[in-house]
């Protein structure tokens, strides 16, 4: 079975956040999935197969990290569309293909440019209290604190400047406790000037994370948070410690849009 390595939400290899791919004639079971990606061992490899015609997707998705299958994945479905179009199954000029996942059908459109344009459900944000112990684990004391619903599962911190996310060093065992899924970190842009609006960081113990690069489905959430406080729909993130990647965001109400390119580093077989 052919599997690649695909560097997502960049234009350049050995950045960006990683994702494997494979493209099946049909889904082995769960413990074989599950195997699979511990032996690729990032932070999400993606498995796809195509539907029949004529219903409300083209593909089936799934996305497992090392330790276990989530429901929402964004670099890894950009990696899947990005594999689609090598491929030639995906036109550059032809209109999204839908995947049929764990949080519904979502689609992913080619732009002209070579990137993809993936349609995500836009997360729902609640402003909490901090919990206790979390500024502790983290090592920074947020401005504010919102949960992210049950798409993501995340909590979302906003910290005081760019140099307070890029300089986290936090406990990850710590953060265990304090999400569903994992912890995002932001602070608006320093300088917009140099290419992008906000900055992130993504940490994901509970699923054998602890930091992702780039999370696209944390931008389902970041977009909406950025947008009303920066007065724009159309955003760039920034994100990644010692990997980063960029990622395009454009809020459509309930519905994100999340843009990026990506880079196919590997192109093998799995020979078991």
């Known amino acids: 079975m052919r599997l690649r390595i695909i560097d997502a939400f960049t234009d350049r290899p050995f950045s960006g956040n990683p994702a494997g791919v494979m493209l099946l004639d049909a889904f082995p079971d769960d413990e074989r999935l599950q195997l699979i990606a511990a ?6 490899t993606a498995f796809a197969h195509p539907l029949e015609p004529g219903g409300e997707a083209d593909w089936a998705l799934r996305w497992f990290t090392p330790l276990c299958e989530v429901d929402l994945c964004g670099h890894a479905t950009l990696a899947t569309a990005h594999a689609l179009t090598a491929d030639g199954r995906l036109a550059p000029d032809a209109g999204p293909v839908r995947f049929a ?12 440019d070579g990137g993809h344009t993936l349609d995500f459900p836009t997360a729902s944000l609640t402003e909490e209290s901090l919990p206790e112990g979390l500024a502790e ?5 947020p ?5 992210t619903g049950p798409h993501c599962g995340d909590l979302l911190l906003e910290l005081s400047d760019e140099k307070a996310v890029r300089e986290l060093a936090p406990d990850h065992r710590g953060l265990v406790r304090h999400s569903r899924r994992g912890i995002i970190a932001t ?9 992008y609006d906000f900055v992130s960081r993504g940490s994901f113990p509970r699923a054998g994370i602890d930091e992702d690069p780039v999370t696209g489905s944390a931008h389902t959430a970041l977009a909406p948070f950025w947008s ?15 990997r980063t990647g960029i990622v395009r965001t454009e809020l459509r109400g309930d519905r994100t849009f999340l843009t990026g390119d990506a880079v ?8 078991v």
Do not use: C, I, K, Y
């Open 39 to 44: 032996e690729v061992n990032l932070s999400e």
């Open 101 to 112: 996942t764990r949080s519904g059908v979502l689609t992913a459109s080619p732009g002209a």
């Open 137 to 141: 684990a983290l090592g920074a004391v």
């Open 143 to 147: 401005v504010s604190v919102h949960d």
């Open 187 to 195: 602070a608006r842009a320093d300088d917009p000037a140099v290419g």
């Open 228 to 242: 009303a406080r920066l007065g724009r729909d159309r955003l760039t993130g920034f994100q990644g410690g010692g």
């Open 264 to 271: 196919t580093v590997f192109d093998g077989e799995l020979l």
